[in-house]
């Protein structure tokens, strides 16, 4: 019974040291018309989603979250994000970007060292090789 009782604690431990070095927010943007979604961030895993509101989500989860400066803002013609990780305290952190925009929404994305998934595509893309300038060019067919 108390090996129980010591593996319980640990077990709590453990857990509350996650939820300390575990961050998770939620932003939301309403916007009209065709509107841009800019986003630039450093060693993260982006997720992009459609959907057909008028409204733009970005959940940001953060691990070892001291390690991050993020800004979010928006204007008239779009929503922008910036998440940079701090010079030494970043090396320790991580972070997944979760976009829902709408259907019509253009992105520019700056990723660097970044792993991107794109949720629904119902398209034939074309990714060239990068440019001088690191860009990478897609080109859209509709199927």
């Not at 982006?46 to 409204?55: E, Y």
């Not at 979250?65 to 991580?94: E, H, M, T």
Request: net charge neutral; with cysteine.
């Amino acid at each position: 019974m108390q090996h129980l009782n010591t593996l319980w604690r640990l077990l709590s431990a453990a857990s509350t040291i996650r939820d300390i070095t575990q961050e998770s927010k939620t932003y939301h943007f309403a916007v009209s018309g065709p509107v841009t979604v800019y986003l630039r961030a450093e060693y993260a895993t982006i997720s992009v989603t459609r959907w057909t509101r008028q409204q733009v989500d970005v959940t940001v989860r953060l691990g070892a979250p001291f390690g991050w400066r993020i800004a979010a803002d928006q204007d008239d013609a779009g929503v922008y994000l910036v998440a940079k990780r701090r010079a030494v305290l970043g090396c320790l952190s991580n972070a997944a970007f979760d976009l829902t925009v709408p259907d019509d929404a253009y992105l520019v994305l700056k990723l660097e060292h970044g792993r991107l998934i794109l949720d629904v595509v119902d398209a034939t893309l074309h990714v060239s090789p990068p440019d001088r300038q690191n860009r990478l060019a897609i080109r859209q067919d509709n199927l």
